[in-house]
């Protein structure tokens, strides 16, 4: 017999119900998500998400919407991570992130004002990292993090804003360890929620259905050749970064260090890596052996030139070497219940285009919710 209450299987099977349909594993999932902040040890919710997630038409959907920001055949390792943040945010349905725009949490989406510098300093050196893959900016950040959640008058909301901000920039190690802190000193269930989705996405980044194998950047080489062959190497476009932050006075002057003997505790502390290629629902083997040369434009390229028109030729050269993903054979199995989409629903009216314009300009004139 199972050992957690009634509810949990009632809560699983409602995520089953909800997930068999087009567009309801994210709601779904993050039903599981609920159990887990629960009962982190509870493996058939962990292992019902990643069969969510293995839907073909959500498998489809999340493959074209990261392939608009990051092509397939780029394997740089930033970029991997630039793929899992992003699907990470297209999937995750934990409250914070629309509660933070809402009035009166300010400090959920700013950090507390005392320590607002450091904090900001630190996201702009991680998006260093995320942006263009100087992973040294990293060990520069954790430090400013760090330093400003033992310095503020409100260590909850530091901690909360520093676990976020790894979170939404794919930084999932990171950001479990901060919430794992943050939540055996206060015990809030909305934090404990979004450390279950987070050490989820740690535990499985690796096999992500939708998302390529992970590189080391030679595939981009590659193709880079037959695109632009005087185009920067990764390497110039971080060497030429830092030479102007260095000219502008921004560059760090101190470098973290860690100690070879801790350095090796860590190392002897870490299981061996597996080289093995995980199981795969989808055939990347098709980018070992694209030919570089431009091809037929995706489907949501062709849609935007339809959409703008003005922008077609920019659009068209912009993505050339955007490969085509196919659909699923079958179509999406859509619930009967669910009213038919209808484009007018999403158009906000007067009183919400009035809040918004009442909440940009409270923080324009720095107005603290």
């Not at 008058?153 to 794992?180: Q, R």
Request: proline share 9%; aromatic share 12%.
């Amino acid at each position: 017999m199972s050992n957690y209450p009634d509810y949990v299987q009632q809560m699983l099977a409602q995520a089953r119900d909800i997930g068999q349909w087009y567009c309801g594993q994210p709601d779904a999932a993050a039903l599981c998500f609920d159990v887990l902040a629960l009962f982190p040890e509870h493996r058939e919710a962990s292992e019902l998400v990643y069969e969510l997630f293995c839907d073909e038409w959500l498998i489809y959907d999340n493959r074209t919407a990261v392939q608009q920001h990051i092509d397939e055949w780029d394997d740089r390792p930033h970029q991997q991570r630039r793929r899992l943040a992003l699907s990470f945010r297209f999937m995750s349905r934990w409250e914070g992130w629309d509660r933070e725009y809402a009035k009166g949490y300010a400090r959920e989406r700013k950090g507390p004002p005392d320590v607002a510098k450091l904090l900001r300093e630190g996201k702009s050196l991680l998006l260093e990292a995320y942006c263009l893959g100087d992973e040294e900016c990293t060990d520069y950040a954790w430090p400013r993090f760090m330093q400003a959640i033992e310095q503020t008058n409100d260590p909850y909301h530091a901690s909360l804003w520093v676990g976020k901000t790894y979170a939404d920039l794919g930084f999932f190690a990171d950001a479990t360890e901060v919430l794992l802190e943050l939540c055996s000193r206060f015990k809030q269930g909305d934090a404990r929620r979004l450390l279950a989705e987070v050490r989820w996405w740690r535990d499985h980044a690796h096999h992500i259905p939708w998302i390529p194998p992970a590189g080391d950047g030679s595939r981009y080489k590659r193709m880079m050749r037959c695109i632009d062959p005087d185009a920067p190497t990764q390497e110039e476009i971080v060497g030429d970064l830092r030479a102007r932050m260095q000219s502008l006075g921004k560059a760090p002057t101190w470098k973290p260090v860690i100690k070879p003997d801790l350095a090796a505790l860590f190392a002897e502390a870490l299981p061996p890596q597996n080289d093995a290629p995980t199981r795969s629902l989808v055939d990347w083997s098709f980018l070992d052996q694209d030919d570089g040369k431009p091809g037929e434009l995706p489907e949501w390229a062709k849609k935007q030139m339809r959409l703008f028109p003005e922008q077609a030729e920019d659009i068209a050269q912009m993505h050339r070497w955007s490969r085509p993903i196919k659909p699923p054979a079958t179509p999406p199995k859509r619930d009967p219940n669910e009213p038919p989409f209808n484009p007018a629903d999403f158009n906000p009216d007067e009183s919400d285009m009035d809040d918004l314009n009442d909440l940009r300009s409270d923080e324009e004139d720095g107005v603290e919710f």
